[in-house]
């Protein structure tokens, strides 16, 4: 990999010692996801107060990157409406297939992350608990 080693150790950090790793006992939503192409599963759960996600835990089975990008997002979502999570997964995603550099400023601290988007393979893998995150959020307004 190419990645520079700044943001390898800070995705090595966050594989290694997830943060809001577990699952929470009573959410207010959860949702599942899974890659057939590498095995990875996750499960995202949330507590929300008045929109506002209180609590997040997700539990991974799965590859360090996949590990890492949900213990990153999961640091990025807490006290954010489900709606502008959503929209910062959106943001997320639109990133990752594009070919220029430059990234959202409100994804600075995904730039880890971003920086292997030449690996493509990988990306699914980065999305797994982004996906979850849209599932839970599609779940709410319903």
Known sequence: ??????????LLEHARHPKNSGRL????LQA???NPLCGDELELTLSLSAGTIQ????QVRGCSICQASASMMSEMI????LKDAAKTSQIFTESLS??????PESLELLRPLIALKTHRS??????????????C??????
């Open 137 to 142: 959020a599609r779940q709410n307004e319903t």
């Open 1 to 10: 990999m190419n990645t520079p080693t700044i943001y390898r150790d800070l």
């Open 78 to 81: 807490l006290a954010k409406t």
């Open 122 to 135: 990988r990306i699914k893998c980065m999305k797994l608990a982004w996906d979850a995150l849209e599932d």
């Open 98 to 103: 594009k070919e220029a550099e430059e990234i």
């Open 25 to 28: 006992e009573s959410p207010d």
């Open 32 to 34: 599942s996801a899974f």
């Open 55 to 58: 609590d997040c835990k997700t």
